[in-house]
T-cell receptor
Framework: QQPVQSPQAVILREGEDAVINCSSS?????VHWYRQKHGEAPVFLMI?????EQKGHEKISASFNEKKQQSSLYLTASQLSYSGTYFCGTANGSSNTGKLIFGQGTTLQVKP | DAGVTQSPTHLIKTRGQQVTLRCSPK?????VSWYQQALGQGPQFIFQ???????QRGNFPDRFSGHQFPNYSSELNVNALLLGDSALYLCASSRLTAFGETQYFGPGTRLLVL
Protein backbone atom coordinates (compact mmCIF):
# COMPACT_ATOMS: atom_id res chain seq x y z
CA GLN A 1 0.00 0.00 0.00
CA GLN A 2 1.22 3.46 -0.96
CA PRO A 3 2.54 5.62 1.92
CA VAL A 4 0.74 8.91 2.47
CA GLN A 5 2.74 12.12 2.42
CA SER A 6 1.69 15.41 3.98
CA PRO A 7 1.43 18.19 3.18
CA GLN A 8 0.87 17.88 -0.58
CA ALA A 9 2.53 21.22 -1.20
CA VAL A 10 4.30 23.91 0.77
CA ILE A 11 5.62 27.35 -0.10
CA LEU A 12 8.44 28.86 1.95
CA ARG A 13 10.60 31.93 2.01
CA GLU A 14 14.36 31.42 2.06
CA GLY A 15 15.56 30.68 5.59
CA GLU A 16 12.27 29.18 6.79
CA ASP A 17 11.87 25.61 8.02
CA ALA A 18 9.62 22.82 6.75
CA VAL A 19 8.59 19.33 7.81
CA ILE A 20 7.35 16.67 5.41
CA ASN A 21 5.66 13.57 6.79
CA CYS A 22 5.35 10.05 5.41
CA SER A 23 2.96 7.52 6.95
CA SER A 24 2.38 3.89 6.14
CA SER A 25 -0.28 1.42 7.21
CA UNK A 26 2.20 -1.45 6.81
CA UNK A 27 5.19 -2.40 8.95
CA UNK A 28 8.24 -0.67 7.55
CA UNK A 29 11.79 -1.89 7.35
CA UNK A 30 13.24 1.30 5.98
CA VAL A 31 12.31 4.69 4.57
CA HIS A 32 14.18 6.30 1.68
CA TRP A 33 13.90 10.01 0.90
CA TYR A 34 14.42 11.50 -2.56
CA ARG A 35 14.15 14.95 -4.10
CA GLN A 36 13.13 15.38 -7.73
CA LYS A 37 13.41 18.61 -9.66
CA HIS A 38 11.22 19.21 -12.68
CA GLY A 39 12.33 17.10 -15.65
CA GLU A 40 15.10 15.37 -13.70
CA ALA A 41 15.61 12.02 -11.97
CA PRO A 42 14.94 11.58 -8.25
CA VAL A 43 18.10 12.24 -6.22
CA PHE A 44 18.77 10.16 -3.12
CA LEU A 45 18.84 12.15 0.13
CA MET A 46 18.98 9.60 2.93
CA ILE A 47 17.84 6.22 4.18
CA UNK A 48 16.46 5.42 7.62
CA UNK A 49 16.38 1.91 8.98
CA UNK A 50 14.25 0.45 11.75
CA UNK A 51 15.29 1.81 15.14
CA UNK A 52 14.00 5.39 15.34
CA GLU A 53 17.25 6.68 13.96
CA GLN A 54 17.65 10.31 13.00
CA LYS A 55 20.04 11.10 10.21
CA GLY A 56 21.34 14.36 8.90
CA HIS A 57 22.59 15.67 5.59
CA GLU A 58 23.71 19.33 5.80
CA LYS A 59 20.55 21.18 6.84
CA ILE A 60 18.26 18.30 5.96
CA SER A 61 17.56 15.60 8.52
CA ALA A 62 14.98 12.89 9.03
CA SER A 63 13.55 10.63 11.69
CA PHE A 64 11.82 7.27 11.62
CA ASN A 65 9.23 6.26 14.22
CA GLU A 66 8.97 2.51 13.85
CA LYS A 67 6.00 2.16 16.22
CA LYS A 68 3.92 4.70 14.30
CA GLN A 69 5.24 3.60 10.88
CA GLN A 70 6.06 7.23 10.18
CA SER A 71 9.01 9.19 8.94
CA SER A 72 9.52 12.93 8.88
CA LEU A 73 11.93 14.97 6.77
CA TYR A 74 13.15 18.23 8.31
CA LEU A 75 14.45 21.06 6.15
CA THR A 76 15.96 23.88 8.15
CA ALA A 77 16.95 27.34 6.94
CA SER A 78 15.68 26.44 3.47
CA GLN A 79 17.57 27.54 0.38
CA LEU A 80 16.30 28.17 -3.15
CA SER A 81 18.00 24.92 -4.20
CA TYR A 82 15.67 22.95 -1.91
CA SER A 83 12.75 23.53 -4.28
CA GLY A 84 11.42 20.36 -5.87
CA THR A 85 9.19 17.42 -5.15
CA TYR A 86 10.10 15.21 -2.21
CA PHE A 87 9.20 11.53 -2.24
CA CYS A 88 9.42 8.95 0.49
CA GLY A 89 9.94 5.37 -0.62
CA THR A 90 9.23 2.57 1.79
CA ALA A 91 10.57 -0.96 2.00
CA ASN A 92 8.13 -3.22 3.82
CA GLY A 93 8.58 -6.52 5.53
CA SER A 94 11.81 -7.86 6.85
CA SER A 95 14.46 -6.61 4.49
CA ASN A 96 15.78 -3.53 2.83
CA THR A 97 16.03 -5.08 -0.62
CA GLY A 98 13.64 -5.15 -3.47
CA LYS A 99 10.93 -2.75 -4.39
CA LEU A 100 10.34 0.66 -2.94
CA ILE A 101 6.78 1.91 -2.69
CA PHE A 102 6.68 5.67 -3.17
CA GLY A 103 4.28 8.23 -1.81
CA GLN A 104 2.54 10.72 -4.05
CA GLY A 105 5.11 13.41 -3.33
CA THR A 106 5.27 16.78 -1.58
CA THR A 107 6.03 19.80 -3.72
CA LEU A 108 8.22 22.37 -2.00
CA GLN A 109 8.71 25.84 -3.43
CA VAL A 110 11.24 28.15 -1.81
CA LYS A 111 10.91 31.81 -2.73
CA PRO A 112 13.54 34.55 -2.29
CA ASP B 1 32.56 7.59 -11.65
CA ALA B 2 29.65 7.44 -14.08
CA GLY B 3 26.22 7.33 -12.58
CA VAL B 4 23.25 5.39 -13.90
CA THR B 5 22.73 5.98 -17.61
CA GLN B 6 19.64 5.34 -19.69
CA SER B 7 18.87 5.42 -23.39
CA PRO B 8 17.13 6.82 -25.28
CA THR B 9 16.17 10.02 -23.44
CA HIS B 10 12.93 10.45 -25.35
CA LEU B 11 10.82 8.16 -27.50
CA ILE B 12 7.60 8.51 -29.46
CA LYS B 13 5.68 5.37 -30.43
CA THR B 14 2.19 4.54 -31.65
CA ARG B 15 -0.33 2.22 -30.02
CA GLY B 16 0.40 -1.46 -30.59
CA GLN B 17 4.10 -0.99 -31.16
CA GLN B 18 6.88 -2.44 -29.05
CA VAL B 19 9.66 -0.53 -27.28
CA THR B 20 13.00 -1.40 -25.65
CA LEU B 21 14.61 0.85 -23.07
CA ARG B 22 18.17 0.44 -21.85
CA CYS B 23 19.97 1.03 -18.57
CA SER B 24 23.59 0.87 -17.44
CA PRO B 25 24.04 0.74 -13.67
CA LYS B 26 26.47 2.70 -11.55
CA UNK B 27 29.93 1.18 -11.34
CA UNK B 28 30.00 -1.54 -8.68
CA UNK B 29 26.23 -2.04 -8.66
CA UNK B 30 24.77 -5.42 -9.58
CA UNK B 31 21.04 -4.86 -9.13
CA VAL B 32 18.72 -2.95 -11.44
CA SER B 33 15.15 -1.89 -10.71
CA TRP B 34 12.70 -0.33 -13.17
CA TYR B 35 10.00 2.17 -12.26
CA GLN B 36 7.23 3.91 -14.18
CA GLN B 37 6.44 7.50 -13.22
CA ALA B 38 3.27 9.09 -14.54
CA LEU B 39 3.03 12.88 -14.54
CA GLY B 40 2.50 14.23 -11.03
CA GLN B 41 2.87 10.81 -9.39
CA GLY B 42 5.53 8.95 -7.48
CA PRO B 43 7.53 6.21 -9.23
CA GLN B 44 5.80 2.80 -9.41
CA PHE B 45 7.88 -0.36 -9.19
CA ILE B 46 7.85 -2.57 -12.28
CA PHE B 47 10.47 -5.20 -11.47
CA GLN B 48 13.99 -5.78 -10.18
CA UNK B 49 16.80 -7.83 -11.70
CA UNK B 50 19.68 -9.44 -9.85
CA UNK B 51 22.12 -12.03 -11.19
CA UNK B 52 20.28 -11.97 -14.53
CA UNK B 53 17.04 -13.11 -12.90
CA UNK B 54 13.84 -11.23 -12.13
CA UNK B 55 13.93 -11.10 -8.33
CA GLN B 56 10.75 -9.19 -7.66
CA ARG B 57 7.84 -7.88 -9.71
CA GLY B 58 5.28 -5.16 -9.17
CA ASN B 59 1.70 -4.98 -10.37
CA PHE B 60 2.36 -4.70 -14.09
CA PRO B 61 1.00 -6.92 -16.89
CA ASP B 62 3.10 -9.44 -18.79
CA ARG B 63 3.46 -6.91 -21.62
CA PHE B 64 6.26 -5.54 -19.48
CA SER B 65 9.33 -7.75 -19.54
CA GLY B 66 12.98 -7.30 -18.87
CA HIS B 67 16.42 -8.70 -19.07
CA GLN B 68 19.72 -8.30 -17.28
CA PHE B 69 23.01 -8.98 -19.00
CA PRO B 70 26.22 -10.42 -17.48
CA ASN B 71 27.67 -6.88 -17.27
CA TYR B 72 24.64 -5.94 -15.09
CA SER B 73 23.09 -3.64 -17.69
CA SER B 74 19.40 -4.12 -18.25
CA GLU B 75 16.60 -3.70 -20.76
CA LEU B 76 12.92 -3.04 -20.28
CA ASN B 77 10.61 -4.22 -23.06
CA VAL B 78 7.00 -3.17 -23.43
CA ASN B 79 4.82 -4.89 -26.03
CA ALA B 80 1.48 -3.84 -27.50
CA LEU B 81 1.84 -0.26 -26.27
CA LEU B 82 -1.22 1.51 -24.88
CA LEU B 83 -1.80 5.23 -24.54
CA GLY B 84 -1.60 4.76 -20.77
CA ASP B 85 1.99 3.54 -21.06
CA SER B 86 3.08 7.13 -21.70
CA ALA B 87 5.30 8.00 -18.76
CA LEU B 88 8.84 8.56 -17.54
CA TYR B 89 10.61 5.20 -17.15
CA LEU B 90 13.27 5.26 -14.48
CA CYS B 91 16.02 2.77 -13.91
CA ALA B 92 17.65 2.54 -10.49
CA SER B 93 20.78 0.61 -9.64
CA SER B 94 21.94 -0.63 -6.25
CA ARG B 95 24.14 -3.12 -4.46
CA LEU B 96 23.72 -4.89 -1.18
CA THR B 97 25.65 -3.42 1.74
CA ALA B 98 25.47 -3.85 5.51
CA PHE B 99 22.67 -1.27 5.47
CA GLY B 100 20.69 -2.94 2.73
CA GLU B 101 20.24 -1.36 -0.68
CA THR B 102 20.20 2.30 -1.66
CA GLN B 103 18.74 2.81 -5.12
CA TYR B 104 20.25 5.48 -7.36
CA PHE B 105 18.15 6.65 -10.27
CA GLY B 106 19.12 7.36 -13.84
CA PRO B 107 17.80 10.36 -15.81
CA GLY B 108 14.93 8.33 -17.25
CA THR B 109 13.41 7.72 -20.67
CA ARG B 110 10.32 9.73 -21.48
CA LEU B 111 7.96 7.60 -23.58
CA LEU B 112 5.02 9.11 -25.43
CA VAL B 113 2.50 6.73 -27.00
CA LEU B 114 0.24 8.25 -29.66
Amino acid sequence: QQPVQSPQAVILREGEDAVINCSSSKALYSVHWYRQKHGEAPVFLMILLKGGEQKGHEKISASFNEKKQQSSLYLTASQLSYSGTYFCGTANGSSNTGKLIFGQGTTLQVKP
Amino acid sequence: DAGVTQSPTHLIKTRGQQVTLRCSPKSGHDTVSWYQQALGQGPQFIFQYYEEEERQRGNFPDRFSGHQFPNYSSELNVNALLLGDSALYLCASSRLTAFGETQYFGPGTRLLVL
